[in-house]
């Protein structure tokens, strides 16, 4: 080989070399196919939209105006406090995996516990945090137990929870001094994991539980914590009635509660516990009262309503059941209502569309809001994202659907194509929030988002709810059938360019539509989506078994294990002759990794493109940063090339 040869062949090994340098290698963690290198400029030319975080708030310090919230620095969302409105974040955790629910202890604050599972299998163990030394201590069994909803006491030294400990399957009662972990107890052996402890009586005898069967029929209980007797509050003979937030009344002899008993909505009333006389106390309200907070005084009640996807707050006066609403509350969704021991300051988090989750602190006494976090958007510009529009449009039957509507930016002209995010559950719903990551989409790409509350969503009254249920699943694929149609008649969007995606249920959903309606969509993404109904019940975890049958179906009744056969896109795959892509997390204990991968295997036989990743160190959804940019990455090449070509 001649020099000249020599140089040419030199200078082509560098320039792959260089070219190999600006892809963007998945980690030891990802499994892709399909998916074209990602370069490191499309990572930089994105990198704003990736680097906003939230803050949420955790738990009040019981001595000090101070708290606990979560918010991410690194790779994944830890424990920080914050001394002051808009202090510093100080981080006291520092795990590779999220952690979750922390409180503190109520008397002195002398640590706090907190919940963390591994790589998203949902296995949340409990941890003492003690912050005299910054000392770890796991206070659970540590295996492959689930170890959830921790509630103190009256007298603050023991807590009550539910752990799967027993069996593995069953969510069963217990309680512990947290400073000595061998002083567990099991107070009520459960069957299943339908069981929630809503609140200790003042005395610390009895524990209030509910017992859900569905989204759409749960019962109230005590239980007598020394022989574990457990006494119904609601009759058992009620069917399909809902109960959600419980707290016991200030002198004991009573409760509030929230129910949709006689009625589409959840209302707040107040049950006498000796005569079970119920007194509706917000039957003005047409909407659901979906939280309720009761100071530690029990002197005031909060509560918060859930109207057509927009939050308000209300506070209530125990002493005679007189409300009035909160005025200074930021517009947006509100999560978690925390009182503080003052029994005068409430902190919770709102995250708007323009705003991401951010803690704020209500003055119940002067009204004053003050925010307490202000989380950093990445270098977005929040004047410039899109307020959501609600919509609404007839579906197959007639019955009205509705939806938020986000706009791209008015840069960009011509027909807009449209992507529809389908939200899981499918008992939740859609709300007006921060877009994060999507604005991209909307800014930067010119694609509309259209987030759709088909049947079964949550908020529209439980008749709504219960629209979808068992045969009669395939309604809300037809209501996004609708809304294609609805999406038509709108002069400033493109009917011909639709892309499909959903999380969960809303996998599924996307899944259905890529086979009912393959010629009305260009592709679909599918988030850790059932993709045969049969065989996601059979392998989903076994503590959540039997309340996903109540959702969808028993697939050990030979009628519903064909109706499963004929719906699944899993048995409609040839149907599918749109691009795919299929995200999953490799430890998704709700959905398990199965379901993708039967789905991407049966696809493939179309001939079709189909995208598959997956991460190993997930579960249901991906959490990590690192993991959450690739996705995004991949998402983008997908639409552009899928979508706008």
């Given at each position: ?66 708290m606990l919230i979560s918010t991410r620095f690194g790779n994944t969302p830890q424990i920080h406090t914050v001394k002051m409105p808009l202090g510093a974040r ?179 009333a107040y049950m006498d516990i000796n005569t079970k006389k119920v007194t509706y106390l917000t039957n003005a309200i047409k909407w659901d009262v979906d939280e ?320 598959y990743l997956e991460a190993k160190d997930e579960g249901h959804g991906f959490r990590k940063k690192n993991n959450t940019d690739f996705q995004f990455y991949a ?11």
């Amino acid at each position: 080989m001649n020099s000249k040869k020599k140089f040419l062949l030199i200078c082509i090994l560098i320039a792959n070399s260089a070219l190999h340098a600006q892809e963007i290698k998945p980690t030891e963690n990802l499994i892709v196919e399909g998916v074209p290198p990602i370069t490191t400029t499309l990572a930089s030319d994105v990198k704003r939209y990736t680097e906003s975080r939230a803050a949420g708030c955790l738990s009040w310090h019981p001595k000090k105006t101070e708290m606990l919230i979560s918010t991410r620095f690194g790779n994944t969302p830890q424990i920080h406090t914050v001394k002051m409105p808009l202090g510093a974040r100080t981080q006291l955790t520092f795990f590779d995996e999220p952690t979750g629910y922390a409180t503190y202890e109520p008397i002195n604050g002398d640590y706090f516990l907190f919940l963390k599972d591994i790589g998203g299998n949902e296995f949340t163990q409990i941890y003492r945090y003690d912050i005299a030394d910054g000392k770890i201590s796991l206070i659970t069994d540590g295996g492959r137990t689930k170890n959830n909803g921790i509630i103190w006491n009256n007298k603050e030294n023991l807590i009550a929870y539910t752990s799967t400990k027993r069996n593995g399957k069953d969510g069963d009662i217990y309680i512990m001094d947290p400073r000595n972990p061998s002083s567990e107890k099991l107070i009520t052996e459960e069957n299943g994991e339908n069981c929630a402890i809503l609140d200790w009586s003042t005395d610390d005898k009895t524990l209030l539980i509910k017992e859900s069967l569905s989204t759409n029929e749960s019962h109230l209980y005590l239980v007598n914590i020394a022989n574990s007797k457990k006494i119904a509050l609601t009759p058992f003979s009620e069917k399909e009635i809902a109960y959600g937030s419980a707290d016991f009344s200030r002198d004991g002899k009573g409760l509030y509660f929230t129910t949709d008993k006689d009625n589409e909505f959840k209302r707040l009333a107040y049950m006498d516990i000796n005569t079970k006389k119920v007194t509706y106390l917000t039957n003005a309200i047409k909407w659901d009262v979906d939280e309720v907070s009761l100071s530690n005084d029990r002197s005031k009640l909060l509560f918060k309503t859930n109207e057509a996807g927009i939050n308000k707050l209300y506070i209530l006066n125990t002493s005679n059941n007189t409300y009035s609403a909160v005025k200074n509350i930021p517009i947006g969704l509100i999560n978690g209502l925390q009182w503080h021991k003052n029994n005068q300051l409430v902190a919770t988090t709102i995250n708007a569309a323009k705003s991401t989750s951010d803690v704020y602190v209500l003055n119940v006494k002067t009204q004053k809001v003050e925010r307490w976090t202000e989380s950093e958007l990445g270098g977005i510009n929040p004047n410039t994202l899109s307020e959501p529009t609600l919509i609404k449009w007839k579906s197959f039957d007639n019955i009205d659907i509705s939806g938020f509507y986000y706009k791209p930016s008015s840069t960009f002209s011509g027909k807009r194509p449209v992507v529809i995010n389908i939200h899981g559950g499918p008992e939740t719903q859609s709300f007006p929030v921060f877009q994060g990551r999507n604005n991209y989409f909307l800014n930067e790409l010119g694609v509309a988002i259209i987030y759709p509350n088909v049947r079964g969503s949550l908020g529209y009254g439980k008749t709504f709810t219960k629209l979808d249920d068992g045969m009669l699943r395939e309604n809300s694929v037809k209501d996004i059938g609708a809304l294609m149609n609805w999406i038509a008649q709108q002069p400033e969007l493109d009917a011909n360019r639709i892309m499909i995606v959903g999380g969960s249920y809303g996998g599924y959903m996307s899944l259905a539509v890529s086979t009912m309606y393959a010629d009305r969509i260009r592709c679909a993404i599918d988030i850790v989506g059932i993709s045969n109904f049969n065989t996601f019940l059979q392998n989903t975890e076994s503590y959540r078994r039997d309340l996903r049958r109540v959702e969808y179906g028993d697939e050990r009744d030979a009628n519903m294990k064909a109706f499963f056969d004929k719906i699944s896109p899993m048995n409609n795959a040839a149907k599918i002759k749109k691009p795919l892509f299929i995200v999953q997390g490799g430890n998704d204990p709700r959905v398990p990794r199965t379901e993708a991968v039967q789905m991407k295997e049966a696809v493939k036989q179309n001939g079709i493109p189909v995208w598959y990743l997956e991460a190993k160190d997930e579960g249901h959804g991906f959490r990590k940063k690192n993991n959450t940019d690739f996705q995004f990455y991949a998402t983008i090449l997908f639409i552009k090339k899928y979508l706008l070509e």
